[in-house]
Structures are given as structure tokens and as C-alpha cells.
């Protein structure tokens, strides 16, 4: 069984559209995120949603947008896309914060 | 400001050496650390953590060192094998409880 589970795993979109990336984690956690990966292997968080709290990365755009309908989804969706939004996005989970975080398998997201 | 620095960006060993892959980090109120393993195409793995009221965590073939004065984490590998070559992280608890992730080091196990 898949521990936390990512839709899709490549999304190849034009730029100027909206897109959204699924998590779903079986693990029973409180505590979803949402990292985005660089060329350059640098994971940065972007969101983290504990208990129905959002904790916003401040440095992230206002176009993306995370949705969580329950504890077990955390959903990312991304609204005019940019040529610099291309990366590899991972979606993880924890019991709580601060402790061990799972991950998913990734989305590869490019932007032409 | 917070910030997690690894040493070297990339190591090569040979296979069945010991591998020592570093990390330095700013916030002295971290108080807890993660190493984790990331194989090309996948997501990043746990291998082990350690709470900041320890200095030496063992697991299988790893061992983590925490060095709370020069604020230095280190992972060791004994007998590196091919299937640990990968990227490590190193990740610390920051502000707002979230996890910062270093910029990674490059393992890669010689035949």
C-alpha cells in the first residue's frame, strides 16, 4: 500500500494555465505538505496544513493555492503558470509537526 | 536568519568504505534533525533522526552525530554499498515547527 500517493506524476502545461496536483496519505497524520524540488536537488516547503491550520510559506506566490477537503488530502493547485513554476513538487505528511516526514513519489511539473 | 549548509556537495567512496556526509545549520533552537536519502526519480526517504537532548544515534550501517556547540550534523555510513548512492539531506526543525532542508550531497558508491 502506497503511504502517501501523488496524481499526477507528470504535468506538461502551457504557460498562463491552472493545474492542480492531488495528495492523498493513508498514514492517519494531521500534518500534510508541500515541498517544491529544483534543478538544482534544493527542496523548499512551500505549505504545511496541521489540523486544519495552514502555515504559508511567505515566499510563495499567491497564484499557488493549497486545499485540503480532509485530513487525508492536501491538494495544490496553481493558477496562471510560469515558466519558473517547472519543477519536481512532493507532497508529505507527518504524525505532527515536528516529527518524521513521509513522502510521495513527486510530480514533475513543466511549464512551456 | 535560518539556514542549513552542507560541506561538501559531493562525495565519491569506494564501495565498503565508510562514508561521512555533513551538515552545519544556524538556528540554535533547532531541536530536531533529520537525515534523509533521495534515489534519482524518487521522493526523499527517512533514514534516521535524532532529538536534540542526544548527541549519537545508531541505526542499520548509520550512525548520526549531533554536535549542539558548533551546531554540526554529520551522518555516517559503514560499508557503503552501491545502493547508497544517492542525495542526503540534512533537515532541522525551524520556526513554525517546519522542517528546513539542506542543499544536498551527491553520494556516489565507486565499484
Known amino acids: 500500500d502506497t503511504a502517501v500517493s501523488q496524481t499526477p506524476k507528470y504535468l506538461v502545461t502551457q504557460m498562463g494555465n491552472d493545474k492542480s496536483i492531488k495528495c492523498e496519505q493513508n498514514l492517519g497524520h494531521d500534518t500534510m505538505y508541500w515541498y517544491k524540488q529544483d534543478s538544482k536537488k534544493f527542496l523548499k516547503i512551500m505549505f504545511s496544513?496541521?489540523?486544519?491550520?495552514?502555515?504559508i510559506n511567505e515566499t510563495v506566490p499567491n497564484r499557488f493555492s493549497p486545499k485540503s477537503p480532509d485530513k487525508a488530502h492536501l491538494n495544490l493547485h496553481i493558477n496562471s503558470l510560469e515558466l519558473g513554476d517547472s519543477a519536481v513538487y512532493f507532497c508529505a505528511s507527518s504524525r505532527t509537526l515536528n516529527n518524521e516526514q513521509f513522502f510521495g513519489p513527486g510530480t514533475r511539473l513543466t511549464v512551456l | 536568519g535560518e539556514s542549513v549548509g552542507l560541506h561538501l556537495p559531493t562525495l565519491s567512496v569506494q564501495e565498503g568504505d565508510n562514508s561521512i556526509i555533513n551538515c552545519a545549520y544556524s538556528?540554535?533552537?533547532?531541536?530536531?534533525f533529520i537525515w534523509y536519502k533521495q534515489e534519482s526519480g524518487k521522493g526523499p526517504q527517512f533514514i534516521i533522526d535524532?532529538?536534540?537532548?542526544?548527541d549519537k544515534r545508531q541505526g542499520q550501517r548509520v550512525t548520526v552525530l549531533l554536535n549542539k556547540t558548533v551546531k554540526h550534523l554529520s551522518l555516517q555510513i559503514a560499508a557503503t554499498q552501491p545502493g547508497d548512492s544517492a542525495v542526503y539531506f540534512c533537515?532541522?526543525?525551524?520556526?513554525?515547527?517546519?522542517?528546513?532542508f539542506g542543499s544536498g550531497t551527491q553520494l556516489t558508491v565507486l565499484p
Open positions: 535524532i532529538r536534540s537532548n542526544m
Open positions: 533537515a532541522f526543525s525551524g520556526s513554525a515547527r517546519q522542517l528546513t
Open positions: 538556528n540554535s533552537a533547532s531541536d530536531y
Open positions: 496544513y496541521n489540523n486544519k491550520e495552514l502555515i
